[in-house]
């Protein structure tokens, strides 16, 4: 009985962790209209850029190929999925550092992953809205219309993308932690990813060697799962083994990323450098 108090407790204090860390993200993101307004504004331009550079290599009769749109559309769904990684976790870790209250939120026994996630619930508020509004875009630019041929297994593996995307997020936030100043670290692991990622060029399609290192990044197999659940395509191996693929890697992130982050955490606490930057 004693025990099972104690773990409703336990489970009771997370929830409110995330409550809270939700609760402050989203008073953030609200409290400034122009972040909102830049997301509806850089969207269209992003589409531009992104896709018209791919489109130039193909038959203009192509240009309208809802299977290549789609295709395409899924890609700048994950875009976003990288950017939650990149800057969810690891500039939230950043700009404690430059306010002055990383010190402050690591001695709270509260979950370092709740902590340095907060930013992750604003974003996810933005992928969600990105989902229809890119869609709409899309309608409008090409005359293709997005369409979900398994919604269920679609909403299964985008969730667990985001998990995934934590997982990377905590690992790279303890990058973040050791280095100080990422610099242009972040931009140019975002391009990295991007590109050899899956995100918008098949591994299938990548000359070798660089369909190899595709295949060791992550990402490669939540986009092509994703687009199987919402296209219906071949998916690069065998289905079951990229679930099984997908999920060890998403766990091995989460795993690795708290343990980094704690072990990171320790060493600037002994010193002494927890704040600097």
Do not use: C, H
């Not at 395409?72 to 870790?93: E, P």
């Not at 402050?104 to 604003?122: C, D, E, G, P």
């Not at 989902?131 to 369409?147: D, E, K, Q």
């Amino acid at each position: 009985m004693l025990g099972e108090l104690v773990r409703f407790q336990s489970i009771r204090s997370r929830l409110l962790e995330v409550y809270a860390s939700a609760y402050a993200s989203m008073k953030i993101y609200f409290r400034y209209p122009m972040w909102f307004i830049s997301d509806i504004v850089t969207t269209p331009l992003w589409i531009v850029i992104i896709f018209m550079p791919i489109l130039l290599f193909l038959p203009e009769s192509e240009w309208r190929n809802p299977e290549i749109i789609e295709a395409m559309y899924w890609g700048m769904i994950f875009l976003d999925l990288i950017s939650l990684t990149l800057w969810g976790i690891g500039m939230s870790i950043r700009r404690e550092q430059q306010q002055g209250t990383i010190e402050y939120l690591f001695i709270t026994n509260a979950s370092r992953a709740v902590i340095f996630s907060n930013r992750v619930f604003s974003r996810i508020l933005s992928l969600l809205m990105d989902v229809a509004y890119i869609a709409l875009i899309i309608n409008l630019i090409f005359g293709v219309s997005i369409t979900i041929v398994n919604p269920i297994e679609l909403f299964v593996y985008l969730a667990i993308s985001v998990l995934l995307a934590l997982g990377l997020g905590m690992m790279y936030g303890a990058v973040v932690l050791y280095l100080k100043n990422p610099g242009a670290l972040n931009n140019i692991l975002q391009f990295i990813i991007l590109g050899l990622g899956g995100i918008f060029i098949p591994p299938s399609r990548m000359p070798y060697p660089l369909n190899i290192v595709s295949l060791a990044i992550p990402f490669s197999y939540a986009i092509d799962l994703v687009r199987n659940a919402a296209m219906d395509t071949q998916t690069m191996i065998d289905k079951n083994l990229e679930i099984f693929i997908l999920l060890v890697s998403t766990m091995a992130s989460i795993i690795t990323g708290r343990y980094i982050l704690s072990k990171l955490e320790e060493v600037n606490k002994r010193s002494g450098k927890l704040g600097t930057y």
